[in-house]
């Protein structure tokens, strides 16, 4: 039964109440955003400063773009996974200012975990226009965003969360910049205990167990300018915790006691120069950007499920790459070249007690050139790109990548957009060189590519503005661990994945202090010749919501979101039923500087929420969050 | 001409949610030749037919009375499936962590063994559980079978990747009083099923099974050993046959016996054979050097086995498939039939055949693909 929900929609939950200027009209928090490098894509950009006082995940301020669809596996800190466009969570990139910090392994980055404390917003690049961000990106890129204080002075603030599920939160945050440099150094911990009643699909209501977490991040941004013409960013950012695995529900005891580690360290650096280089009407643009990172992660698990023997499982992940690139502008024309080299080095060791001890010690090179032209008018603009993606290492293959898109505006109030990529993921590390009995990686495989095609009109008004676009990926050689015997479970190419749909969206400031928003997204996303859903991607999903500035002192804030039923297995069988959220905010500020914050989500308190089989989602739950803020000019 | 926008926008949307709906054509094939000279013909036969959505990892399905009873595995729970209404509902809730693995009935109890918690859950007809028996004499208790005096539990004693498997042994408990009596050795190792026919307790041990590249192998003999209940249900007359194997090869694992007159079928677990027990010498007419092969395959194989009295089907789990034999001369009859709706592999399981006024009609679980299907013959 594929319950359509999507359309139950009601208010939009703002991530952020405390406007930088409160008297001024609320916006939305969602911006559409053009970016030089692909103009014409369909690029959004959500902010999430807020969501660790709302006891949210940074993942869930993206249920605010349509496009974009969460799996969560459990209750806050614990894995949450996006798709987009029908792509699954591996087919996506997340990058920190720029440098890819998704690592090619595991099932995809997890959103659910981080304490990226100086994270403002969400760049979300979906279907073509994620070419820029390159290999990897084959349905949709997220770039995360830090940002430091614009004006001379500082400020500084600290918030504490305290809520359901025992949690409780501490985020602090210090900034100061005069006339030609900033700096930004946050930091945030938050730690549950997680366990939550659910009700499983039996109609029996048990407890799940072991969702603690403990988790903490240290981020710096930097920002200074070189010259008149010029300036450098640094981002540096330390995250770490621990927390439990839960097995399935139906299976909890059994791992009771396993846990996750992990910690990551990412440097990025990055500088811009304007007009670096003038040769009669033309002007070049040049930067360079540096980034290194690594990470490890330690999976433990004392008593297995069959054979009750112990289980470690280890990894480390290194990475490093450098970019440099240029951009010359002469009239109309705009042109980018752009060369990115990096490498990545990645160990991975399962041991334990009666374990066949396997190993993955693994690297991949990368050479990419892209490069760009667009000629723009005041009504028009068309551009296309090649980019070449040349892989060496462990395995050695190229990709060429060409894009094109245009827009087009015929008046002020109306734009149309359009546009086509081919995109290209090559196969992770684990896909390719898993070796564990049972389940296992293939050195065959063959890299994901698909065409990305999108196109839709933006219309905006001074109240209002709305936007739609059709979507089709065309996707060959998709790779998914498949089982290909009654005991091997084994990374397979399958020969095609189509998914497309209709992304639509609006917003409506209906008084300078009221707003709604709303998006719907459909998406039908098929295995080629089969008519079944892929599992965990729903036909229907949506979100409408408002934020009400009532006073200078108080905000309110109410959304429904949710999602109509998923397929479960690959057969369409399984079903998970659908559901819908009702979350809800009061924020008071009762004297300068102090905010109180009472948050609180799935109010109706549905306790038979899953996104994955035998993955239960928590009920109602209440934050209390308190932010005291100070500011010096 | 908003009107036409109006329809053009419903149209698309509709398509974008709903083209290509499944238009549900059942497969069918034809009569096929007799292969044996005083055989029957392969019957005509339709399906597969989808029937019932199970829950996931169905482990096996047994016929009680009419109905399947299905063990999901990895729900906790056992399904009912009435052939003649299609109804289909949860018969018991085991609780998390159980594991089911197999079950058993009388006209009494329905017993079922829980492999992860080690326990035997006794129901009653209603589903509604009496009592769960834990004993230290459980260790990866798998198969199950009752009989007027004693409820027989197969303990597999998995020890993980490395260790393999223990010796494997039988855990009798008192039919009266569900009190444990003792333990039997096996005479091979992993001793996964447990069958009653004619009075007779019969064991499947399985062997040791290891892994290599292709997937499973065997690493240790099989054997089928045939119980007789003695004065001492300890003590109970064994006859074995065994299917010795030198050295790791993909060969034997024997798994649970489907009979027709006076032999029983054996298909194996690791490779795509089946083997034929005669219950009066108990001896192997079709063994390992002269076993009924079902098809050419390097890698590792799965097979369950059922018959309907008068003909042997047998379901290959990594080719979703289902081959019938003619137990009149032992040959495969006719083509393999697809048991499975997609090109993903779906995990064509156990099987029961069941005789119906017109035909048979034979009921898969696919375990990957989480659900029952129906192929009827004629």
Redesign the interface.
């Known amino acids: 039964m594929r319950t359509f929900i999507g359309l139950i929609l009601a208010i939009h939950v703002p991530l952020s109440i405390q406007a930088e200027e409160p008297e001024a009209t609320i916006t939305t928090h969602v911006r559409p955003l053009p970016d030089a490098r692909v103009p014409s894509g369909f690029i959004t950009e959500v902010d999430v400063q807020d969501t660790f006082l709302d006891g949210q995940s940074m993942a869930d301020g993206l249920t605010r773009i349509p496009g974009v669809s969460l799996q969560r596996q459990s209750s806050l800190g614990q894995p949450v996974f996006a798709r987009i466009r029908g792509g699954n969570p591996r087919q996506m990139t997340v990058s920190l200012d720029g440098y890819e910090i998704s690592a090619p392994f595991g099932a995809g980055f997890d959103l659910g975990g981080l304490a990226f404390s100086g994270i403002d917003q969400v760049r979300v690049y979906r279907g073509a226009a994620a070419i820029v961000q390159g290999a990897g990106a084959l349905t949709g890129a997220l770039d995360l965003r830090s940002s430091t204080r614009k004006s001379p002075g500082s400020n500084t603030s600290a918030g504490i969360l305290l809520g359901s599920f025992d949690t409780a939160g501490l985020a602090v945050s210090g900034q100061m910049a005069d006339q030609i440099s900033s700096v930004r150094v946050s930091g945030q911990a938050r730690e549950s205990a997680g366990d939550f009643d659910f009700i499983?699909?039996?109609g029996?209501q048990?407890t799940r167990i072991n969702n603690e977490h403990r988790r903490a991040g240290v981020m710096v941004t930097g920002e200074r300018r070189l010259s008149a013409t010029a300036n450098g960013r640094l981002t540096a950012l330390w995250d770490g915790g621990l927390r439990g695995a839960p097995g399935?529900?139906?299976?909890?005891?059994?791992l009771s006691a396993a846990t996750i580690e992990d910690e990551r360290a990412v440097v990025t650096a990055r500088t811009n120069q304007r007009n670096s280089l003038e040769v009669g009407s033309i002007g070049v643009d040049t930067h360079q950007q540096l980034g290194a990172q690594w990470r490890s992660m330690t999976y433990t698990n004392p008593s297995s499920?069959?054979?009750?023997?112990p289980l470690v499982n280890t990894s480390n992940y290194s990475g490093f790459s450098g970019i440099i690139g240029a951009a010359a502008f002469s009239g109309q024309w705009s042109t980018r070249v752009q060369y990115e080299g990096g490498r990545d080095v990645y160990q991975a060791a399962d041991a334990g007690?009666?374990?066949?001890p396997s190993t993955i010690n693994a690297d991949r090179t990368q050479n990419v050139f892209a490069g760009s032209a667009e000629y723009a008018t005041e009504l028009w603009s068309v551009m296309a790109g090649v980019r070449t993606e040349i892989m060496g290492g462990s395995r050695d293959e190229y990709a060429v990548l060409p894009s094109v898109g245009a827009t087009w505006s015929p008046s002020r109030w109306i734009s149309l957009r359009s546009n086509l990529a081919r995109t290209y993921r090559p196969p992770d590390f684990d896909e390719l060189y898993l070796d564990l009995?049972?389940l296992r990686g293939n050195p065959t495989l063959n890299s994901e590519r698909a065409w990305a095609a999108d196109i839709g009109p933006e219309l905006s008004f001074s109240k209002w503005r709305a936007g739609a676009a059709y979507f089709e990926n065309r996707m060959e050689s998709v790779i998914l661990f498949?089982?290909?015997?009654?005991?091997?479970i084994e990374a397979t190419n399958l020969?095609g994945v189509t998914s497309?749909?209709?992304e639509t969206w609006a917003v409506f400031d209906v008084v300078s202090a009221v707003s709604l928003a709303a998006n719907y997204t459909?998406t039908?996303a098929k295995r080629d010749?089969?008519?079944d859903q892929l599992p965990h991607q729903p036909?229907h999903e949506g979100r409408l919501g408002a934020q009400v500035h009532a006073a200078s002192w108080l905000d309110f804030s109410g959304d429904v979101h949710g999602h109509s039923a998923t397929n479960l297995?690959?057969?369409g069988?399984?079903v998970a039923p659908g559901w819908v959220s009702l979350d809800a905010g009061v924020y008071v500020r009762p004297g300068s500087g102090v905010r109180i914050g009472v948050s609180a989500q799935n109010i109706l308190n549905n306790l038979s929420r899953i996104d994955g089989?035998?993955q239960p989602l928590p009920g109602r739950s209440v934050y209390l969050s308190i932010q005291i803020e100070s500011e010096r000019l | 001409m908003r009107a036409f926008s109006t329809i053009t926008w419903a149209l698309f949307?509709f398509c974008?949610?709903a083209c290509?709906?499944?238009t549900a054509v059942v497969p069918s094939g034809k009569e096929s030749p007799a292969v044996c000279p005083a055989g029957a013909v392969g019957a005509a036969w339709t399906g597969p037919k989808k029937v019932a959505?199970t829950?996931?990892a169905v482990n096996v399905l047994h016929e009680m009375n009419g109905e399947l009873f299905i063990v999901v595995s990895?729900?906790?729970?056992i399904i009912r499936y009435d052939p003649k209404t299609g109804k289909k509902s949860?018969f018991a809730?085991l609780g998390?962590?159980r594991?089911p693995y197999d079950l058993a009935f009388d006209d009494e109890y329905i017993f079922v063994t829980n492999y992860?918690s080690e326990t035997l859950s006794i129901l009653d007809l209603d589903g509604k559980i009496v009592q769960e028996i834990s004993s230290p004499s459980f260790d990866g208790p798998s198969g199950v079978a009752v009989t007027d005096r004693a409820v027989y539990v197969s303990n597999i004693e998995?020890?993980?990747?490395?260790?393999g498997y223990g010796a494997g042994h039988i855990t009798v408990i008192d039919r009266a009083d569900f009190s444990v009596v003792g333990d039997i050795a096996t005479a091979a190792k992993n001793p996964q099923f447990l069958t009653v026919h004619n009075g007779d307790i019969f064991v499947s041990d399985t062997g040791e099974l290891s892994?290599d590249d292709l997937?499973?192998v065997a690493s240790s003999d099989g054997a089928i050993e045939r119980w007789t209940e003695g004065e001492n249900l300890l003590q109970p007359t064994k006859a074995t046959a065994m299917l010795p194997i030198e050295t790791p090869a993909r060969r034997a694992s024997p798994g649970r016996p489907a009979f027709v007159g006076n032999k029983a079928y054996v298909a194996s677990a690791s490779a795509p054979e089946v083997y034929v027990l005669e219950l009066g010498s108990f001896e192997w007419s079709r063994g390992l050097e002269d076993p009924i092969v079902l098809y050419a395959s390097d890698?590792?194989?799965?097979h369950h086995i059922a018959s309907d009295g008068t003909m042997v089907y047998v379901s290959a789990?990594?080719e979703d498939s289902i081959w019938r034999i003619d137990p009149s001369c032992d040959r495969v009859l006719g083509e393999p039939i697809d048991a499975g709706?997609?090109?993903?592999?779906?995990?064509a399981?156990s099987l029961v055949a069941m005789k119906t006024e017109a035909g048979t009609n034979v009921y898969v679980a696919l375990s990957?693909?989480?659900?029952l299907i129906r192929i009827t013959f004629e």
């Open positions: 499983d699909a039996q029996v048990h399935p529900s139906e299976f909890q005891e059994q499920l069959l054979g009750n023997t007690a009666g374990v066949v009995e049972t498949l089982p290909v015997s009654s005991t091997v020969s497309r749909g209709l459909l039908r010749g089969d008519d036909v297995d690959n057969f069988n399984l089989l035998q | 949307l974008v949610g290509g709906a499944d959505i829950g996931p990895q729900d906790n729970t949860v809730d998390n962590e594991g992860l998995y020890l993980g990747t490395v260790d892994f997937g499973a890698r590792d194989a799965l789990f990594n709706f997609d090109d993903l592999l779906e995990g399981h990957l693909a989480n659900s």
